[in-house]
């Protein structure tokens, strides 16, 4: 974590990187100081230097944080640095929008019921609306709630629709959930992507059902390489990494977008170097890599160095080498924890920064 703001400015010039990127990283790393009754808050913040586009946080809540908000204003320790709006509790909700409104996210089965991984925040998270969308009637209710609220009368306009859960009783269910869920938004005129994340799809049976998917996408909630026993529930833990080799290259086979999720600050760098590059050939797609933020509840879960944010400007440089001579890249949608926000490398990324 940064001590001054300054270092902001040594920082970009040792390793390269814009500014705003390191704030993000590191305001990702530190967590927040907010006087709320909560683990976890959300916001959007506009800047006061560098790009002047809006951006989307959740944060952990962290008192011992030199960034804190004080009547709309973001500050470090004294120091205004941006602008902030739509300040709330960060729920766990049922759905929720990215990509400018055309991405749709649905938690078929709420993920506060989701326990086991040490890093994992959701099942201490506030819910509001929560819906087993599993349940036929539900889910029929729910598409025509979400396109009352919105004016809608079709999906035509939707770029993806995201199944983003791991609490389905077994690989059997999220097949068929999926597939139902294919056979609902094809009727509402929806062509564009139904994309899982999770792990509980892990044969080539399963896989080779969801082929009657036009546009499927498998992210693949592997979260780290090594000592999976130790930050894993079992019944995630035992989906081991060579099985998860195996799916993925039957996956990209079957035409799927394929990646794979990763949380850095969990292991130390050798270990994730060694991993990306075992991976980069089983993904035709960019990794969701997310940076682990530590709760009050959770300190002592980082890798000993991963205090350092030289630690994540520095895994950000070993997964850019890695991944540079392809045609895969970091979507800024897709996570608003990310190592990249406004540039991969030397190139500026363009797309969309905010999640609704």
Same mark, same amino acid.
Request: with cysteine; net charge positive; proline share 1%.
């Given at each position: ?6 270092d @902001?400015f040594?920082l970009s010039?040792r390793?390269?990187?814009?500014t705003e990127?390191?704030l993000f990283?590191d ?19 506009? @800047?006061?230097?560098?790009h ?9 809540? *962290?008192?011992? %944080? ?5 009547? &709309? ?8 640095i941006g602008?902030? #709006? ?5 729920? !766990?909700?049922?759905?929720?929008? *990215? ?7 649905i938690?078929?089965?709420? *993920? ?18 929560a819906?087993d969308?599993t ?17 809608? *009368? &079709?999906?035509e ?7 983003? %859960?791991? !609490? ?10 999926? @597939? ?5 938004v094809k ?6 992507q139904?994309?899982?994340?999770? &792990?509980?799809?892990q ?5 080779k059902?969801?082929?009657?998917? %036009?546009?499927f =996408? ?6 780290c390489?090594?000592?999976?026993d #130790?930050?894993?529930k079992? &019944?995630? #833990?035992k ?10 290259? $039957?996956s ?5 977008r394929?990646?794979?999720t990763y ?8 270990k994730l170097?060694?991993?990306?590059m075992?991976?980069? $050939?089983?993904?035709?797609s ?13 300190v002592? @879960?980082?890798?000993?160095? =991963? ?7 520095k ?17 800024m949608?897709?996570v ?16 969309q920064?905010?999640?609704?």
């Amino acid at each position: 974590m940064i001590n001054y703001l300054k270092d @902001l400015f040594s920082l970009s010039k040792r390793f390269n990187i814009v500014t705003e990127d390191i704030l993000f990283i590191d305001i990702n790393i530190s967590g927040i100081n907010v006087d709320i009754n909560t683990d976890r808050i959300r916001f959007y913040v506009k @800047l006061l230097f560098g790009h002047q586009g809006k951006y989307f946080c959740a944060l952990q809540v *962290r008192k011992d %944080s030199k960034y804190h908000i004080k009547n &709309s204003i973001l500050y470090f320790e004294n120091e205004c640095i941006g602008e902030v #709006s739509k300040f709330e509790i960060d729920f !766990c909700d049922t759905y929720y929008m *990215r990509r400018n409104g055309t991405v749709l996210n649905i938690n078929p089965k709420s *993920r506060i019921n989701c326990k086991g991984c040490k890093f994992c925040y959701t099942s201490h998270q506030k819910y509001r609306n929560a819906i087993d969308l599993t349940v036929k009637d539900n889910l029929d209710n729910f598409f025509k709630d979400w396109m009352d609220t919105y004016n809608v *009368r &079709s999906l035509e306009k939707l770029y993806q629709i995201a199944i983003v %859960s791991g !609490c389905f009783p077994n690989e059997n269910t999220v097949v068929d959930f999926i @597939l139902r869920l294919n056979d609902k938004v094809k009727k509402l005129n929806f062509n564009g992507q139904i994309f899982y994340l999770g &792990s509980q799809i892990q044969t080539f049976k399963a896989l080779k059902k969801l082929s009657e998917i %036009s546009n499927f =996408a498998y992210c693949i909630t592997l979260e780290c390489f090594n000592d999976r026993d #130790s930050f894993l529930k079992k &019944s995630k #833990s035992k989906f081991s990494v060579e099985q998860i080799k195996k799916v993925m290259k $039957q996956s990209v086979e079957l035409g799927y977008r394929t990646n794979f999720t990763y949380i850095v600050g969990l292991e130390n760098l050798e270990k994730l170097q060694v991993g990306f590059m075992e991976f980069i $050939q089983y993904t035709n797609s960019f990794p969701i890599i997310n940076i682990f933020q530590e709760h009050q509840y959770q300190v002592g @879960l980082r890798d000993n160095d =991963a205090s350092n944010i030289d630690f994540y400007l520095k895994a950000r440089k070993i997964i850019e080498n890695i991944y540079v001579k392809t045609n895969m890249r970091p979507q800024m949608w897709e996570v608003c924890r990310s190592l990249w926000y406004t540039t991969f490398a030397d190139e500026i990324l363009r797309g969309q920064y905010l999640p609704e």
